[in-house]
């Protein structure tokens, strides 16, 4: 039985694993270090939180095949990345350039974590506030009994 399960998880695993493998000659490593950055840095449009390299989308497979092409024709870093921006948006990028279109993504986990700061330090204070308020303040009932049990002490203390 167990060979059987071993067997069938073999082969639902092994084309999955093989799917992110590029095997692409290159002419020089300087070819190769530029294309492997720049899969690495452009974002797969279907799974939204992988880079191209790691991504085994077929669209994926069709970009990092775009930027294979265009490393080999000589295209510049910044001419593979305009033009992967041209076609699919700034979302293809894992750093968005620092625009007005793009401030919230740059400042918003920041403001949002100063918000939340802030309404916690509010929250935090009136609560200390009502509850100082509350334990100055005694009934009449805790006022008679704080009496009881002080004296009491008091004639246990005299004794």
Do not use: H
Not at 64 to 74: H, N, P, S
Not at 146 to 159: S, V
């Amino acid at each position: 039985m167990k060979k059987w399960l071993t067997a069938i998880a073999l082969l639902v695993w092994l084309p999955l694993a093989g799917a992110a493998i590029d095997a692409r000659p290159f002419e020089d490593p300087e070819q190769e270090d530029r294309y492997r950055q720049l899969t690495e840095e452009l974002r797969c449009t279907v799974c939204q939180n992988q880079n191209l390299a790691d991504s085994n989308a077929e669209l994926a497979v069709d970009l990092r095949r775009k930027v294979y092409e265009m490393v080999q024709d000589g295209k510049s870093n910044d001419e593979i990345t305009g033009y992967m921006v041209a076609r699919y948006g700034d979302f293809v990028l894992y750093r968005p350039p620092m625009e007005p279109a793009t401030y919230f993504l740059w400042f918003g986990p920041a403001l949002l974590l100063v918000i939340g700061s802030v309404s916690l330090l509010v929250f935090v204070r009136r609560r200390m506030a009502a509850n100082a308020v509350d334990s100055d303040e005694l009934s009449s009932d805790e006022r008679q009994r704080l009496e009881r049990l002080t004296g009491a002490d008091r004639k246990k203390g005299g004794q």
